[in-house]
């Protein structure tokens, strides 16, 4: 279930970071992506500049990012479970088998 209509906004995916992403990734992520996207640059983008703050104040605080995971989880859950799946199913496997 994908919420299109919703206001939920997926920071991970703003981010380019996986839901399991450790703090530094992400945090590693902001900086690139905004260092790209900020207002001043060329390629600069105000709106998307600020839904990338947002996605990092969230994120990188531990108890936002707690809350804002279990509502993630409600909605994009049976996805969420899918993908981890087919990671460890990556993880088990060889590439040279």
Same mark, same amino acid.
């Given at each position: 279930?994908?919420?299109?209509?919703?206001?939920?906004? $997926?920071?991970? +995916?703003?981010?380019?970071?996986?839901?399991?992403? $450790?703090?530094?990734?992400?945090?590693?992520?902001?900086?690139?992506?905004?260092?790209?996207?900020?207002? $001043? @640059?060329?390629?600069?983008?105000?709106?998307?500049?600020?839904?990338?703050? &947002?996605?990092?104040?969230?994120?990188?605080?531990?108890?936002? +990012?707690? $809350?804002?995971?279990? &509502?993630?989880?409600?909605?994009?859950?049976?996805?969420?479970?899918?993908?981890?799946?087919?990671?460890? @199913? @990556? &993880?088990?496997?060889?590439?040279?088998?």
């Amino acid at each position: 279930m994908y919420p299109w209509n919703s206001s939920f906004k $997926d920071y991970y +995916r703003l981010l380019q970071v996986h839901p399991e992403a $450790d703090p530094v990734v992400i945090s590693a992520s902001y900086y690139a992506l905004i260092k790209k996207y900020h207002p $001043d @640059k060329p390629l600069g983008h105000n709106q998307y500049a600020t839904l990338l703050n &947002e996605a990092y104040e969230v994120l990188s605080c531990p108890q936002k +990012r707690q $809350d804002y995971h279990q &509502e993630y989880i409600k909605i994009y859950g049976s996805s969420f479970q899918n993908l981890s799946a087919v990671s460890e @199913k @990556k &993880e088990n496997s060889s590439y040279l088998s």
